[in-house]
């Protein structure tokens, strides 16, 4: 069966610094897309990167870049020049199949970071 | 940009009532997600609709439970009887085939007393 694990229950960071949000998964197949959300105390998930199992490159959107370690099967989110309003749970989610969104979202536990000024 | 409307944002309602909950995609889509969130659970999906087809509906704890999305503007989640336990943030969620990302809504917060 399909599983996400997030280790870390919280996180600190100083503003500016940049921090790495660890994400393992557990999959026996071959063709599969890997996703981090942001959710700040609002509520609302934001969707902040994705990388398919066979990207060759690390995704990266702005400050967010995800260390894409097949072998090792994982996931993990570095978020650069942290700031204030960084500070949210984070995500990650795996789900079947390569591209697309014809299956569902297995999510973690969550990642719960505060960035400190 | 894709979008999700759901209501109601709030809602609370004693055991045994029944709950209607509301989405309403404002974009295009070919998937529509309902999940729920909880401490104790965290989020988990509920069922999923292609084309307004129920695809997987294996996340739905019980008979309590029912979705319908009866046109590709509009869905429901009943839960008749509610029960405490049921208390959670459910999110609706919409993608498009050919993305990789999918647009959650802002959630409705459900409290059964």
């Known amino acids: 069966a399909q599983k996400i694990t997030q280790t870390q229950p919280g996180m600190f960071v100083q503003e500016k610094e940049a921090v790495t949000l660890d994400c393992t998964y557990d999959?026996?197949?071959?063709?599969?897309?890997l996703f981090w959300y942001k959710q700040p105390s609002s509520g609302e998930m934001i969707f902040l990167i994705y990388?398919?199992?066979?990207?060759?490159q690390n995704a990266t959107e702005g400050r967010y870049s995800l260390n894409f370690q097949k072998a090792r099967k994982s996931a993990n989110l570095v978020i650069s020049a942290s700031q204030l309003g960084d500070s949210a749970m984070y995500f990650c989610?795996?789900?079947?199949?390569?591209?697309?969104?014809?299956?569902?979202?297995?999510f973690g536990t969550g990642t719960l970071l505060a960035v400190q000024p | 940009d894709a979008g999700v409307i759901q209501s109601p944002r709030h809602e609370v309602t004693e055991m045994g009532q029944e709950v209607t909950l509301r989405c309403k995609p404002i974009?295009?889509?070919?998937?529509l997600f309902w999940y729920r969130q909880t401490m104790m659970r965290g989020l988990e999906l509920l069922i999923y609709?292609?084309?307004?087809?129920?695809?997987?509906d294996s996340g739905m704890p019980e008979d309590r439970f029912s979705a319908k999305m009866p046109n590709a503007s509009f869905s429901t989640l009943k839960i008749q009887p509610s029960e405490p336990r049921d208390s959670a943030v459910y999110f609706c969620?919409?993608?498009?085939?050919?993305?990789?990302?999918?647009?959650f809504g802002p959630g409705t917060r459900l409290t059964v007393t």
């Open positions: 969620a919409i993608a498009l085939g050919s993305s990789n990302e999918q647009y």
């Open positions: 999959t026996s197949d071959q063709s599969y897309g």
């Open positions: 974009s295009g889509h070919d998937y």
């Open positions: 989610a795996m789900r079947d199949g390569y591209g697309g969104a014809t299956n569902k979202l297995i």
């Open positions: 990388q398919g199992s066979y990207d060759e």
């Open positions: 609709f292609n084309n307004n087809v129920p695809i997987d």
